[in-house]
């Protein structure tokens, strides 16, 4: 069962893979649309896939439901994403258990942020838990999964410096994580800095960066949001003036992902891991230029 191999197996081969990331979708045509793009990204064999973990009932629920479907009805190795957001102890036990009882042996340990307001305060589940580290530790606890954490290029926004910024990712990675998963950044050194902070620290774990198409203004506004940091002046020159014009703006845009991915490739990264949207056209095209596909697809 493909559900049972782990992501760090999938990264061990000689040469650079890529992986997708989805979101669980909100209705049935949603649903439609994320089924199509699933099934178009399986002929490429991602190294695996993963489903993000929102803040309700509902979106969580779509998100258990469409990774056990991933883990029993595809060739995909699926990893689960996991926050500590209002849930106890007691109901995080109990989700990590669905995850290992539909085949999933990957998870993504994260904290998570407050509901509605992502810079408000972070008040824990009185029976929950408090930082990723935590749960890195919890998931560990209930079997044999293989754990991964979010990294972050710029520094978490509630991280006081970059020093006490690595001195916790180091932590988490510690507490029995197989690789970090870096937020969104703009240029290949930016990622970089953080591999090697985190080497200097003496930790050696995989380190995979995420890469988001820029094929709208919309993606580009998204990427600045979730880095947490200013674009470059040098890509807001390329990009910005195509604004109005979306064929240009996605042409250059598939084009600047792909200088960026293309570096990093040759600093030796062994993964890509693409934010689709739910869509794949993007992300297929990215991996063909790149040159990412095995030869069966
Ligand atoms: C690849 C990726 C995937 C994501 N997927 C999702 C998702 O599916 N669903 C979702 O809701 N969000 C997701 N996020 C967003 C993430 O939940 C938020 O960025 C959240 O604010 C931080 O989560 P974390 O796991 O990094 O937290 P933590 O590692 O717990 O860190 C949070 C902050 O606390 C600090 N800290 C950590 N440990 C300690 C300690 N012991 N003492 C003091 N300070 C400490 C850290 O330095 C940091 O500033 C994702 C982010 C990334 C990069």
């Known amino acids: 069962m493909t559900g049972m191999t782990t992501v760090v197996e999938r ?46 009932g509902s979106s969580r629920d779509g998100t258990i439901r469409s990774i056990a479907r991933v883990a029993t009805e595809t060739t995909l190795v699926p990893m689960a994403h996991l926050t500590a957001v209002n849930h106890s102890v007691a109901e995080l036990r109990n989700v990590i258990g669905w995850y290992a009882a539909v085949g999933v042996r990957n998870v993504l340990a994260l904290r998570g942020d407050p509901p509605g307001d992502p810079y408000g305060e972070w008040v824990p589940h009185p029976e929950g838990l408090n930082y990723a580290e935590e749960l890195v530790t919890l998931v560990r606890s209930l079997g044999d999964f293989c754990v ?112 960026l991915c293309e570096r990093l490739i040759a600093e030796g990264v062994p993964d890509l891991h693409f934010y689709t949207f739910n869509r794949s056209k993007a992300t297929r095209e990215l991996v063909t230029r790149l040159g990412l596909l095995p030869a069966r697809a």
């Open 148 to 259: 991964g954490v979010s990294a972050f290029p710029y520094g978490h926004p509630r991280s006081p410096d970059l020093d006490t910024d690595t001195t916790y990712l180091v932590r988490k990675l510690r507490a029995g994580a197989d690789f970090a998963i870096a937020q969104l950044f703009f240029e290949a050194e930016d990622f970089l800095r953080l591999r090697d902070r985190v080497a200097g620290a003496g930790c050696d774990a995989l380190l995979i960066p995420g890469v988001m198409p820029l094929t709208t203004p919309r993606t580009l506004h998204k990427t600045i949001e979730l880095s947490g940091a200013s674009a470059p002046d040098r890509l807001l020159r390329r990009l910005e003036p195509l604004a109005g014009d979306p064929r240009a703006f996605r042409a250059e845009g598939l084009d600047v992902v792909t200088e």
């Open 11 to 56: 990264l061990r081969g000689d040469r650079p893979v890529f992986s997708v990331e989805f979101f669980p979708p909100r209705d049935a045509a949603d649903e439609a649309v994320l089924w199509r793009s699933i099934r178009e990204l399986e002929a490429f064999d991602p190294a695996y896939m993963s489903i993000t973990y929102g803040a309700g």
